[in-house]
């Protein structure tokens, strides 16, 4: 069984930075041969992928995080992060840490719990 645990999320003011941690474990599961990804979803929107690392390591950003967000992962800690400046009340959503079986990019087969990201004006 796979397991994602988000942290980091919290409460900042506009303009300021969090940075968010998905540990992921399980008996199999390796974040450097695994693709992953962080999501989000606000209020009343759909959800939607905000970061994309490969498994070779190549990263995407969504254009709304363009410039803003990165996306990182350190294989010796098994643990993904997304690095979020210059924050805008429009970022505040559900952030999700997801990851998938294979190299194919398709709907997440594993899914975090989630942690909270709220941006005041």
């Known amino acids: 069984q796979v397991q994602l645990v988000e942290s980091g999320g919290g409460l900042v003011q506009a303009g300021g930075s969090l940075k968010l941690s998905c540990a992921a474990s399980?008996?199999?599961?390796?974040?450097?041969?695994?693709?992953m990804a962080w999501y989000r979803q606000a209020p009343g929107k759909q959800r939607e992928r905000v970061a994309l690392i490969l498994r070779g390591g190549s990263t995407s950003v969504g254009d709304s995080v363009k410039g803003r967000f990165t996306i990182s992962r350190d294989n010796n800690k098994n643990t993904v992060y997304l690095q979020m400046n210059s924050l805008k009340p429009e970022d505040t959503a559900v952030y999700y840490c997801a990851a998938w079986r294979s190299n194919t990019i398709g709907s997440p087969h594993y899914w975090g719990q989630g942690t909270q990201v709220t941006v005041s004006s």
């Open positions: 399980g008996s199999i599961f390796s974040i450097n041969t695994n693709p």
